[in-house]
Each structure stands twice: as structure tokens, then as C-alpha cells.
């Protein structure tokens, strides 16, 4: 069954600070893993988009990392700042002739000043 | 460039009354579109994607229906709201061929009370 899991649930990082957020997968034939940031009732807007043969993808302070062989993906933030406050959805891609999406979940960031 | 708008933001129904969710996009032709539901605390769910005008094809069965009168227009309905039906709504869309352009539209909140 493709599935998308995402650790923590939810995380409370103090500003300034870093943090990672995890992804694993089970999704086959894959085509592609995104990472999105939804605020809070809004629609989730893409941060970076990665390929089976791309490891790694930044988007100014979001880096994005791909393990194709251990079906693992990560989302680094640095320096964090309170706009980053949001849920991240790791979402992957699989071809059956029409693509369609797998969503995780969601990560719940809060960052606190 | 292409925009996706998508109304009402919110909507609080009763039971038993109908629904319709409308979703344009502009700046684009022939663009696949979708309906996604985002219950609280779950991942985006597929309902219904199109690849053209007339053509709708639907993920679950529900008590929801969509329609596609004109290319860039795509209509989420339902002749009688259960409480079910309560959730975040979603259009996106992406143009054909292209693996990596979806985009989302700002969301409906619907409550059905």
C-alpha cells in the first residue's frame, strides 16, 4: 500500500534555532517527493521538488534531502523564524499512467520567539 | 502567469442542504484539475481530478460530486450535506506532462452543522 509517514507530529522550536523534519515512504513506481508549507487554513504552497536522481534541493532556508534506497526524505530549517510557524507535508508521486499524489500527514511546526 | 482561485473561503451548511465549491484557474488551457479533502489531522485525500472538459474521474465514493463545465472551471457539489462532508477543501492544478507544477488553491473551510 503506498503511504507517506512524517516525524514528529508536531514541534516547538525556540527562534534562531534549527530543526529537521523526517519523511519515509512506501510509495512505488515513485516520481517525484515534494515538500509543501500549509498555514494554518490555507492551501499548501511547494517548497522544493525532487526526482529519484536528486539527493539533495534548497529553497533559501529549507534544504530538502532524498535517500532513494532507504525511501527517506528530510526537510532541514535553519535559522528559524516565527513566519515558519506551519504544517510541512511531505508528498510523493507515483506514475500509473495518470500522477497522483501520496500525502503525509503533516509535520506541525511552532516556532516560539 | 497562472492563478488558481477557489471560493467560498468558509462555509458553515446544514445538514441536508446542498453544496457547491467552485475553483477557476487563469492563465493556463487545458490544465488537469482536482478536488483534495483535508480532514483535521489527516492528509489530503484525493476526491475527483479531471483532464478535460465533461471528463471527471472519482477517486472514493462519497456523497460528493464534481463537474467540469468549461476548461479552467471545476465544480465540487452535493445535493444533500452530511456531517461527514465537514473539511477542508482543496482545488489544485498542474498542467498535463508537467510532474512537478501543482498548485493549490486557498482552501474551503466547510462545516456542516
Known amino acids: 500500500k503506498n503511504q507517506v509517514e512524517q516525524s514528529p507530529q508536531s514541534l516547538i522550536i525556540l527562534e534562531g534555532k534549527n530543526c529537521t523534519l523526517q519523511?519515509?515512504?512506501?510509495?512505488?513506481?515513485?516520481?517525484?517527493l515534494r515538500w509543501y508549507k500549509q498555514d494554518t487554513g490555507r492551501g499548501p504552497v511547494s517548497l522544493t521538488i525532487m526526482t529519484f536522481s536528486e539527493n539533495t534541493k534548497s529553497n533559501g532556508r529549507y534544504t530538502a534531502t532524498l535517500d532513494a534506497d532507504t525511501k527517506q526524505s528530510s526537510l532541514h530549517i535553519t535559522a528559524s523564524q516565527l513566519s515558519d510557524s506551519a504544517s510541512y507535508i511531505c508528498?510523493?508521486?507515483?506514475?500509473?499512467?495518470?500522477?497522483?499524489?501520496?500525502f503525509g500527514t503533516g509535520t506541525r511546526l511552532l516556532v516560539s520567539p | 502567469s497562472q492563478t488558481i482561485h477557489q471560493w467560498p473561503a468558509t462555509l458553515v451548511q446544514p445538514v441536508g442542504s446542498p453544496l457547491s465549491l467552485e475553483c477557476t484557474v487563469e492563465?493556463?488551457?487545458?490544465?488537469?484539475l482536482y478536488w483534495y479533502r483535508q480532514a483535521a489531522g489527516r492528509g489530503l485525500q484525493l476526491l475527483f481530478y479531471?483532464?478535460?472538459?465533461?471528463?471527471i474521474s472519482s477517486e472514493v465514493p462519497q456523497n460528493l460530486s464534481a463537474s467540469r463545465p468549461q476548461d479552467r472551471q471545476f465544480i465540487l457539489s452535493s445535493k444533500k450535506l452530511l456531517l461527514s462532508d465537514s473539511g477542508f477543501y482543496l482545488c489544485a492544478w498542474r498542467s498535463p506532462g508537467d510532474g512537478y507544477g501543482y498548485t493549490f488553491g486557498s482552501g474551503t473551510r466547510l462545516t456542516v452543522v
Open positions: 508528498v510523493v508521486s507515483w506514475n500509473t499512467g495518470f500522477q497522483k499524489l501520496v
Open positions: 519523511c519515509n515512504y512506501t510509495v512505488s513506481p515513485f516520481s517525484n
Open positions: 479531471s483532464v478535460g472538459i465533461g471528463q
Open positions: 492563465g493556463t488551457s487545458n490544465p488537469n
